[in-house]
């Protein structure tokens, strides 16, 4: 479990039975490395009011445990996955294989390859098995996206997103009057 607001991880180590809660978006990533590329994100979602399921689950390092979390995902009333992965990233992917949850990738700039090929490790998903990707560590607009699919069943969780988006054309507008004059 992570204490995500610190950046700081509690425990990396797998669990063997995942802790049962109200979480509606469950945040998964490949390591503890990841954590910073997610906190603007996790923002957004604390913002929100939605408070995230947020664990670590390597595809490579702990694979029993990436399948039991995603595949137990829905039972526990997650509705999305957000998950964040750097290099060989496979975490998305393979989460998306074990669950029928909507899936959102998020690719973590972090190797030699500064995260082209998470990026394409992520996206180039086969024909049957999606999963929606963001721009590299762009996790602002995985939990936008998130919150946006629940939105479409939750009117609160809407208005939140709409009053977001209204608030960033006033920036947007205010930022372009100063550059104007
Ligand atoms: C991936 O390998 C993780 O998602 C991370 O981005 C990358 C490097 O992991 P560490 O070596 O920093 O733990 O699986």
Redesign the pocket.
Known sequence: LIDFMDGKTQTSKPQSSIASSRATIGVI??????LKTLVPGLKILKDFGIEPEVEIT????TPEYMAEYASTAAARGIKVIIA??????H?PGMAAAHTSLPVIGVP?K??PLDGVD?LYSIVQMPRGVPVATVGINNSTNAALLAARILGAFDPAVKKKVEAYAEEAKDVNLNVKGTKMR
Request: hydrophobic share 40%.
């Open positions: 990533m490949g390591s503890d490395s990841d390597s595809a490579h390092r964040a992965a750097g290099g060989a990233a975490l973590v972090g190797s998470s």
